[in-house]
Nanobody, 121 residues
Framework: QVQLVESGGGLVQPGGSLRLSCAASGNIGLNYIMSWYRQTPGNQRELVALISRGGATSYANSVKGRFTISGDNAKKSVYLQMDNLTPEDTATYYC???????????????WGQGTQVTVSS
């Protein structure tokens, strides 16, 4: 069973920075994508950024130029460096991994428990 453990959330002032971390345990194989999502009350969870095992990245338009996703394959970990934070970035941030242990397998996704990020003065 795959488990994801996040850390790094907290309270920060506008313009500040935070770094989120997420470590996976269990077998995620060699073919996976790790992502960060965020959700605010009453809204759907939205994709913030993703990174493939090969290092390809993609970002939501709202965070481009401010957030940087990175990964460490050896540690089965993903990070989200968030700079120049605004109150609109306030949300619960969730780590996600999409796994297909074999190319013929369907994709299975797993979620972390979420970590709160609050941007406020």
């Amino acid at each position: 069973q795959v488990q994801l453990v996040e850390s790094g959330g907290g309270l920060v002032q506008p313009g500040g920075s935070l770094r989120l971390s997420c470590a996976a345990s269990g077998n995620i194989g060699l073919n996976y994508i790790m992502s960060w999502y965020r959700q605010t009350p009453g809204n759907q969870r939205e994709l913030v950024a993703l990174i493939s095992r090969g290092g390809a990245t993609s970002y939501a338009n709202s965070v481009k130029g401010r957030f940087t996703i990175s990964g460490d394959n050896a540690k089965k970990s993903v990070y989200l460096q968030m700079d120049n934070l605004t109150p609109e970035d306030t949300a619960t941030y969730y780590c996600n991994v999409q796994v297909a242990l074999r190319p013929v397998d369907p994709v299975t996704q797993y979620w972390g428990q979420g970590t709160q990020v609050t941007v406020s003065s």
